[in-house]
């Protein structure tokens, strides 16, 4: 069975840039998380969508935004991007509410 | 204050020993919980996931979970240099979807 799988593994993007990253959930998994990991602040929740609707969000700012596609995939948009976004960004996928919640591999995010 | 507070090591053991991660919270509300394993420069691994208060066992290790004193551990028995790695405590409440909080994580090392 497929994991989740997030694209790209790599980017570095220019302050004022943005970005756009995937993320594949599981198969038959409804719910897309993305968070945020860095070593000063740990694993921060950005949002999460449930059949395509925002179903939560976190304390970031509107430049980070998301959504879900039919088939469950979601992706993330930071725009201008400032150097502190550079971060280790993580997708988990799971079947619903308070279920098992899988990490992707993550997609690193330098931004210089 | 955080809501999740998990002491961030690091944490140095021998090939053999048992270890005991820990980890206190504040909100009450949290009726999830789980323990994830994380290895240098990958996504998060699932190792356990537990409901309410009560003990879970898979393997070589056993998940506690104490509500009235908000305390949450890991015991890993016998453990192995691969146990080599960051483990995190994550927690839920029912009523908000996919949100995980996450404690620090603490780094592990084992020993041969």
């Known amino acids: 069975k497929a994991g989740v799988t997030q694209t790209p593994r790599y980017l570095i993007k220019t302050r004022g840039q943005q970005v756009t990253l995937s993320c594949s959930p599981i198969?038959?998994?409804?719910?897309v998380s993305w968070y945020q990991q860095t070593p000063g602040q740990g694993l921060q929740f950005l949002f999460e969508?449930?059949?395509?609707?925002?179903?939560n969000k976190g304390n970031f700012p509107g430049r980070f935004s998301g959504r879900q596609f039919s088939n469950s995939r979601s992706e993330m948009n930071v725009s201008t991007l400032e150097l502190g976004d550079s971060a280790l960004y993580l997708c988990?996928?799971?079947?619903?509410?308070?279920?098992?919640?899988?990490f992707g591999q993550g997609t690193r995010l330098t931004v210089v | 204050q955080k809501e999740v507070e998990q002491d961030p090591g690091p944490l140095s053991v021998p090939e053999g020993a048992i270890v005991s991660l820990n980890c206190t919270y504040s909100?009450?509300?949290?009726?999830?919980f789980m323990w994830y394993r994380q290895y240098s420069r990958k996504g998060p691994e699932l190792l356990m996931y537990?409901?309410?208060?009560g003990n879970k066992e898979d393997g070589r290790f056993t998940a506690q979970v104490d509500k009235s004193s908000k305390y949450i551990s890991l015991f890993i028995r016998d453990s192995q240099p691969s146990d080599s790695a960051t483990y995190l405590c994550?927690?839920?409440?029912?009523?908000?979807?996919?949100?995980?909080?996450f404690g620090q994580g603490t780094e592990l090392s084992v020993k041969p």
């Open positions: 988990a996928s799971s079947k619903g509410e308070s279920t098992e919640a899988f």
């Open positions: 198969s038959g998994h409804r719910s």
């Open positions: 969508y449930f059949s395509e609707t925002q179903r």
């Open positions: 909100n009450s509300a949290f009726q999830y």
């Open positions: 537990t409901y309410s208060s």
């Open positions: 994550a927690m839920s409440v029912y009523n908000q979807g996919g949100k995980l909080i």
